[in-house]
């Protein structure tokens, strides 16, 4: 092996160190003189422009300032313009009273609001004539159907019942409306045993979707009034049959013929006839009146009381009932031997004696 070749080493050249370049004083100062210097902005220029950018900002604050302010006035004028009023109106109603038990009244509103769009609601009022809100506009109010009174009373709805009311635009915002002055919408009460199915059906509808606040309640005053209704049919076919009786009684104790009618008193009632008979003069008619198998007196018709033969001041005497409308004289006549009782009856008959 050739050990000389692999000891053998080659150097490397020598590089002589780089000695760091010492600067010449008065070269570099010579040098930076010789540079363009930076012209610097003038303060007096910074202090204007920050005037400006500030005068600017101030400037753009204070009208956004003015036109957030204008927004906020147009905001309020208009929700003021758009605000709800409550309106009170004017009620009459005999026995309605929703502080005791009455339902509220339904009302349907209709007109047109201030932007120009109709409105067609439907408001329940109370017995104070409040439970309406509108904003600004003009309207007409009717009532829709009868409520129940405290009673349980319902109400005829006139024909052309309500108020036309307008709401201004100088009215202050959320103010109340007092509209009383615009006429009255007055009910009448119903007699109960006129009241219809249809009636007493819109009164329930109404009364069950707002006019009471418990649809219960509702429910119990149709119920009263069906109660109320039924008993007073019940008392009107009493009434009716005791006034049939009543005629069939007058009817009983009443003689009628075509010269003159009379009553007899009650008493007699099942116990009296009329026998007519040939007069006692000639030409003349005679109605023999019989208490059972007495007759305790007779009219005679056609005749005068001059022409009778009897002597008016006897115990049976005569009396005048003066003359039928076609000029026949009436007379009554007594009989004898009367009791005080008699003569009483008699005197019943004649006070309703009348000639025809």
Same mark, same amino acid.
């Given at each position: ?35 363009? &210097? ?88 109370? #017995? ?107 008392? =009107? ?29 009650? #008493? ?25 198998? &007495? #007759? ?34 009436? #007379? ?8 005080? =009782? ?15």
């Amino acid at each position: 092996m050739n050990t000389e070749g692999a000891a053998e080493q080659v150097a490397a050249p020598e590089v002589p160190a780089q000695i760091p370049a010492q600067d010449n004083p008065d070269t570099t100062e010579e040098q930076d003189q010789n540079k363009p &210097r930076k012209q610097g902005i003038p303060r007096s220029a910074i202090v204007a422009v920050v005037i400006l950018v500030t005068a600017a900002l101030a400037g753009g604050g204070a009208f956004l300032w003015w036109r957030a302010e204008q927004d906020r006035i147009a905001q309020e004028a208009y929700d003021a313009a758009h605000s709800l009023h409550a309106v009170t109106i004017s009620v009459s109603a005999s026995g309605w009273d929703t502080t005791n038990g009455a339902s509220r009244l339904p009302v349907s509103v209709k007109g047109t609001d201030l932007d120009g769009n109709e409105v067609d609601d439907t408001a329940f009022v109370d #017995s104070a004539g409040t439970g309406i809100s509108l904003m600004q506009g003009t309207y007409r109010i009717e009532p829709i159907s009868s409520p129940f009174g405290s009673n349980c009373e319902l109400y005829a709805i006139p024909e052309g019942a309500g108020i036309d009311i307008e709401i201004s635009d100088d009215v202050e915002a959320e103010a109340p409306v007092d509209a009383t002055e615009a006429g009255t919408i007055a009910l009448e009460p119903l007699e109960v045993s006129a009241i219809t199915d249809e009636q007493l059906q819109a009164a329930y509808d109404q009364a069950s979707g707002g006019g009471y606040d418990d649809p219960d309640a509702a429910t119990e005053a149709r119920d009263s009034v069906v109660a109320a209704r039924e008993e007073a049919a019940r008392a =009107e076919e009493e009434r009716k049959a005791a006034e049939e009786a009543a005629r069939q009684a007058e009817a009983a104790r009443t003689f009628d013929c075509e010269y003159f009618s009379f009553k007899v008193p009650e #008493s007699w009632v099942g116990n009296f006839t009329v026998q007519v008979m040939d007069g006692l003069t000639p030409g003349t008619i005679t109605y023999k009146v019989m208490r059972g198998i &007495r #007759s305790p007196f007779m009219i005679d018709v056609g005749g005068s009381i001059e022409d009778l033969p009897y002597d008016p001041t006897l115990e049976g005497g005569v009396t005048s009932l003066g003359t039928t409308s076609s000029g026949l004289g009436l #007379s009554a006549i007594r009989s004898n031997d009367l009791t005080e =009782e008699d003569m009483a009856d008699i005197a019943e008959c004649m006070s309703t004696f009348t000639a025809k």
